[in-house]
């Protein structure tokens, strides 16, 4: 038995996505065998978020294939699962954290895993009928219940979820306006090359998109319309409105309770501590250090998620080596699978293949070095990508984008 073991009181985690899950295994597969509670706040078993946007929104039964692990593995490692429940206040002095029915339930430790929840734009509150923002699956089988009735859509944010709404949207034959008030598609996780590839491809499933404008204000008539008014005049109207403009980390546990918290989430080491050695935090809510940058920084996917939940499991019995992790993510949308590993863009962006083709790679240098890659429909040579991203390879962009180079060569 390890010496946490030995305590009555277990491990807490609070959160039960990818990175709370992770974190339960991580610490099993370090030897922590006392005592382990996952607490989540929907009323589902763990499940996995990426297809809420993707097959959950495009298929019906989609949703029972989404859980985070079988069903006798929580058993199995003796976690102890606590479905829609949720955490309003830690009560450091005595270590505990308090449920919302009133019950307190103990820690030895305790980690925060509670993610982001999207940013809410003024005048488009998630309760008002027709109005949409999407993180549970809950969102998504409305969503999808939505769309299945037909009418126009607006969407505000032309990033990951905007986007992919708008390819299952316009798969279903629906009038979509993107609305982005940026310059560009994508802008925060996507290079401008891939940003307009993408822009392209709604464009040529009919999707208007519109960049450099926001929303100024938002009506609901009685028939139902929402009209969005435009700071450049114009006037949008649909009667589903998706809302997907980022998000914010879920730090407000640790606010109250006096947690160092910066914008980016609560801040932690190498190895997930806060600024009180008894509680840890994990995944995007964690702003966090990775031994392969310099300083602090927050990531938004799942592969963090996933990654940093494991290692801050790991680090709670065994803290022997600072996260360091390259993260990416991925994108369906129509027939474009993207991935994105390390920097999604850099000073340089040199593009390996034609574009015109629906595959190709687009490698981002950033002071000659190659730290990231976002590939099309091209796995197999995201896969080399990797390994010069992870060597931090320093290869000209003349030999990057010539067909003739053997990259594996380079990156070996
Ligand atoms: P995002 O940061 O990717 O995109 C938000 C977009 O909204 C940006 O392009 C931004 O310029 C725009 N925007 C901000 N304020 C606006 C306003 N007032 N009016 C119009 N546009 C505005 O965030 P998004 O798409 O909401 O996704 C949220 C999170 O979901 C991501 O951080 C990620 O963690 C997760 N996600 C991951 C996916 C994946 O891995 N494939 C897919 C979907 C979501």
């Given at each position: 038995m390890t010496e946490l073991g030995n305590h009555n009181a277990g491990i807490v985690i609070v959160g039960a996505g990818i990175a709370g899950v992770q974190a339960a295994e991580g610490l099993r597969k370090a030897g922590y065998d006392g005592a382990l509670t996952l607490v989540g706040a929907?009323?589902?078993m763990p499940y996995d978020r990426?297809?809420?946007?993707?097959e959950v929104l495009l298929r019906a039964g989609a949703e029972n294939t989404i859980a985070l692990r079988d069903e006798n593995f929580f058993a199995a490692n003796k976690i102890d699962v606590m479905l829609?429940?949720?955490?309003?206040?830690?009560?450091r002095p005595d270590r505990r954290v308090v449920l919302e029915d009133g019950s307190r339930l103990d820690y030895v430790k305790l980690v925060l895993a509670t993610g982001s929840r999207p940013r809410v734009l003024a005048?488009?509150?998630?309760?008002?009928?027709?109005v949409f923002y999407l993180r549970t699956l809950a969102d998504s089988l409305m969503l999808r219940a939505t769309l299945a009735r037909g009418g126009r859509v607006a969407i505000v944010g032309g990033g990951v979820i905007g986007l992919e709404v708008a390819a299952v949207a316009a798969g279903r034959g629906l009038a979509v306006t993107v609305i982005e008030a940026?310059?560009?598609?994508?802008?925060?996780?996507?290079?401008p090359v891939i940003g307009a590839y993408l822009a392209k491809r709604h464009q040529e499933h009919g999707v208007a998109i519109r960049c450099g404008v926001s929303v100024d204000s938002a009506r609901q008539d009685g028939d139902g319309c929402w009209r969005l008014a435009l700071n450049d005049g114009c006037v949008v109207e649909a009667e589903i409105v998706v809302v997907g403009v980022g998000v914010v980390p879920e730090t407000s546990l640790a606010g109250a309770a006096g947690l160092q918290v910066a914008k980016e989430g609560v801040v932690t080491d190498g190895f997930g501590r806060?600024?009180?050695?008894n509680i840890y935090a994990a995944g995007e809510v964690a702003y966090h250090v990775n031994g392969l940058e310099k300083g602090r920084q927050r990531q938004e996917n799942w592969h963090h998620a996933a990654a940093h939940g494991a290692h801050v499991g790991r680090a709670l019995i065994a803290p022997d080596t600072c996260y360091s992790e390259i993260c990416g993510y991925w994108s369906d949308q129509y027939d474009t699978h993207l991935m994105v590993s390390g920097l999604p863009a850099g000073d340089v962006d040199v593009v390996r293949g034609d574009v015109t083709t629906n595959r190709f790679v687009v490698f981002h240098l950033v002071g000659g070095v190659v730290a990231g890659a976002s590939a099309v429909n091209a796995a197999p040579e995201l896969r080399v990508a990797k390994l010069l991203v992870r060597n931090r390879a320093r290869v000209p962009a003349s030999e990057l984008q010539d067909p003739s180079t053997d990259l594996r060569k380079v990156a070996a």
């Open positions: 929907e009323p589902h990426p297809p809420l946007s993707k829609g429940k949720r955490v309003c206040a830690i009560e005048g488009l509150s998630p309760q008002a009928p027709g940026a310059s560009r598609v994508m802008a925060r996780a996507a290079s806060t600024d009180d050695s």
